[in-house]
């Protein structure tokens, strides 16, 4: 929706325009939009001194000289993949090294240094997006196909020039609000919360990883917006507005001034919802109801502990393995896992084993994997894990190391068969007895060692996989985009995503009653859990632990309190009769009005 025409010169809107998209984190950034152009996340931008030009070209020279080591090595190891994929990835490889070897991106980067004094981050970006144009011009499609190559390139570059010292986003104004076609998870790990204001893209679901990094982090976020980058101009004003989904470029005084308004009456309602934090999680009825935190980064700990958490419910350790070329070692991984037992002082802290693939990619594992035409369905989470045991090991001995620290659960991701239990069990055996005999400190005992329920087969196999593990979570995330088809990180499909298909409340109910009758725990760390909608349904239902985002998790006690867990059972059963979502949204909501 548009209100004015925009300036016929250069397509700017300098009247309010406002654009919708898919609200994934709640909460309002207003402040100066800085568009990403490329895709790749924030880069530093400064002009030269003329005698800083010579340095730099080597510091450009050096970046390029680490990326034909990193491509070279990458290509050694790809040559112990099956066969087809050697081949594949391989080619890739060949068209990069290409590229650094000598192209049009080295020439144009160098001359942008030398002529345009652009430090070598900046000339990377620009000469990639220069080259991008004019391939796009031609309207070829193998041109097209390579610029991909020079994107991937150029991000390599990037990284190689900006190291992990880099502080991405750091030199933008504070209040910034990220605007890019896409953000990755990645991507989003790397913005401090105390800078960006909040961000929208183009492409993005609800469901999708960085959604849920951005809800983690508390950033405003609407994704989807498929007009954004047409609309939007960096330096502009825009407000984003997380609850509703919309973005509003360059808003008017009385815009601005509501928008302000309803900002600060959100923060006063978290003011509100913290005298909840000194309070027992218990229903009216006096059902406990235990509230963990999901926890997507180290600093997150501090806020699950600020909020009460009962623990950590699903540390998920893909952070270890992002922003980087190389793998994480035992120890380095150990010492970040210790931080995050020690930080949750005594409260028990559930490592959920790497849960790389489909949206959510690693660099760090290069040519170990590729997505595959079908990535969601394809060689991720637990059977990458068991592809590669190694890296299994690796990670479950600094598990088991950080376990010295404080209680653990060891928990795996996007598990079909009860061979992938077996096998794992083996494989964190022998990391216990490797330990044992190099003396190292470890967990006492072997720690709890649980599945996700996440794919319909599992669910609906969960008597079985109770017979063999410890614990159940149930990822509702995973859960609805398998058993609805539904890509949970595609805004095309976003709106036939539905929480409350009678389905998905059918395996959460089977899930729930088969860990019932096996005594075994089972929480839900989907982010189902984190939302006060269906906090009456999932305890109606049985379940007596959720794990959420910190964020959230004040809110969903508030609700807790409020509850009469009988009634929300009877409510439940009355749920569990119907066949159509429509009708279950409304007595869900008609119960949650009456409280
Ligand atoms: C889930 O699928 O619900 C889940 C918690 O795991 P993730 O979101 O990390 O896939
Ligand atoms: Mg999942």
Known sequence: MRTKTPNPTDGRETEEVILNGLGVAAGIAIGPAHVVETGFAQVPEYVLTPDALEEEKLRFAEAVAKARRQLRKLKAKSATLPDAAAEEISYLLD???????????????????????????????AEM???????????????????????????????????????????????????????????????????????????????????????????????GVSELLRRVHSGQTVIVDGNAGLVIVEPSQETLARYQDRRAEMVAEQQQLRTLIALPSRTRDGVAVALAAN??????????????????????????????????????????????????NGRPVTLRTLDIGGEKLASA?????????????????????????????????AMLRAGAHGPVRILLPM??????????????????RRLARRRVPMAPDLPPFGVMIEIP?????????????????????????????????????????????PAVLR??????QAAMRARIPLSVCGEMAGDARYTALLIGLGIRELSMTPAALLRVKNRVRMLDALSARHRADVIMDQSDSGRIASLIDDFNDAL
Request: charged letters at 25%; aromatic letters at 6%.
């Open 507 to 512: 395996l959460i109910q089977f899930t729930t």
């Open 415 to 432: 598990v079909a068969n009860i061979e992938e239990v077996r096998r794992s069990r083996e494989i964190l055996q022998r990391a216990g």
């Open 295 to 344: 926890v997507e980064l180290p600093h997150e700990i501090a806020a699950a502990v600020d909020v009460g958490a009962d623990g950590i419910g699903l540390l998920r350790t893909e952070f270890q393995f992002m922003n980087r070329e190389d793998l994480p070692t035992e120890q380095e991984q150990y010492e970040t896992l210790r931080d995050v037992v020690e930080g949750m």
């Open 365 to 397: 594992l290069g040519p170990r994997f590729t997505p595959g035409n079908n990535p969601a369905l394809g060689l991720r989470a637990i059977r990458l894990s068991l592809r590669e045991p190694k890296l299994l090991e690796t990670q479950f001995a």
């Open 129 to 223: 997006t220069a080259i991008a144009q004019h391939f796009a011009a031609m309207d070829d499609p193998y041109l097209a196909a390579r610029i991909q190559d020079i994107r991937d390139v150029g991000a390599r570059l990037i990284r190689n020039l900006v190291d992990r010292k880099f502080q991405a986003y750091s030199t933008l104004p504070s209040d910034s609000v990220i605007l890019a076609e896409e953000i990755t998870p990645a991507d989003t790990a790397l913005m401090d919360p105390r800078r960006i204001a909040g961000f929208a893209t183009t492409l993005g679901g609800a469901e999708g990883h960085t959604a849920i990094m951005a809800r983690s982090l508390g950033l405003p976020a609407v994704l």
């Open 95 to 125: 068209a990069h090294l290409a590229i650094v070897g000598g192209s049009r991106l080295l020439r144009g980067v160098e001359q942008r240094i030398t002529e345009e004094r652009l430090n070598a981050e900046w000339a990377v970006q």
């Open 457 to 501: 087969g599992t669910a609906l196999a969960a008597d079985a996989f109770a017979r063999e593990c410890d614990f159940f979570a149930l990822g509702t995330n995973d859960l609805i985009q398998y058993t609805l088809a539904i890509d949970r990180g595609d805004e095309q499909v976003a709106h036939l995503y539905e929480p409350l298909h």
